[in-house]
């Protein structure tokens, strides 16, 4: 077996990387796997930061910033991962796999699920509420703190991107393009 290929894939939140990930996951079918979703490596809600709104002053536990995750858990995890050749390819998908260097630097492709910020938020308004939020939770704290995070930490790393992929309208075309990277490093 040869080098693992690592794929990551950012985008700011609800702009389709769990989708695209699960897409390429069904594109790549034939080579051994792993997906591995950010949002697994959240830290317990106590160690979470809280931080202030700027505009509002309203606190809030602040789940889009560096700090809420254990990213020096995922990087040592990834490392482990790709020396253990069991896998062809390592898809991270998540807010931050393009800010945080200790994984950016273990990535051989690096994605960006661009969508606007109106589609964003209606997505994330409809998700949201299935998991039980109302409107009135999910806009305040978008509207407060979301955004500014997705402005300081997510939308920086679209330019580290090797692709950036339209969030709005998946292409059958991305998928096949990645899979075409994917087989000519490991074929």
């Known amino acids: 077996m040869g080098k693992t290929f690592v794929i990551g894939v950012a985008g700011g ?3 389709g990387k769990t ?3 699960k897409a390429l ?7 051994s796997l792993k997906l591995v979703h950010m949002d ?3 830290k317990a809600e106590a160690d979470r930061p809280c931080s202030t709104a700027p505009i509002t002053g309203k606190v809030y536990m602040d789940d889009n910033h560096p700090l809420t995750m ?10 482990g991962w790709k020396g253990s050749g069991e896998y062809d390819v390592i898809v991270v998908e998540g807010l931050l796999t393009l800010w945080e260097e200790s994984i950016d630097s273990q990535l051989d492709l690096r ?3 661009d969508c606007r910020d109106d589609e964003r938020i209606a997505r994330r308004i409809k998700r949201n509420m ?7 939770q999910i806009t305040d704290v978008y509207l407060d703190l979301v955004r500014y995070r997705h402005d300081e930490f997510v939308a920086p790393t ?10 709005s309208n998946p292409s059958p075309k991305a998928l096949a393009a990645v899979r075409l990277l994917v087989s000519e490093e490991i074929d």
Do not use: C, M
């Open 111 to 113: 994605l960006f699920v």
């Open 70 to 79: 254990d990213l020096p858990r995922l990087a040592d995890d990834l490392r």
């Open 130 to 136: 299935r998991w039980g939020q109302t409107l009135e």
């Open 40 to 42: 697994s490596y959240f």
């Open 158 to 167: 679209k330019w580290k991107a090797d692709l950036i992929l339209n969030g």
């Open 25 to 31: 996951q069904g594109e790549l079918e034939g080579y």
């Open 19 to 21: 989708t695209f990930a």
């Open 13 to 15: 939140s609800a702009s």
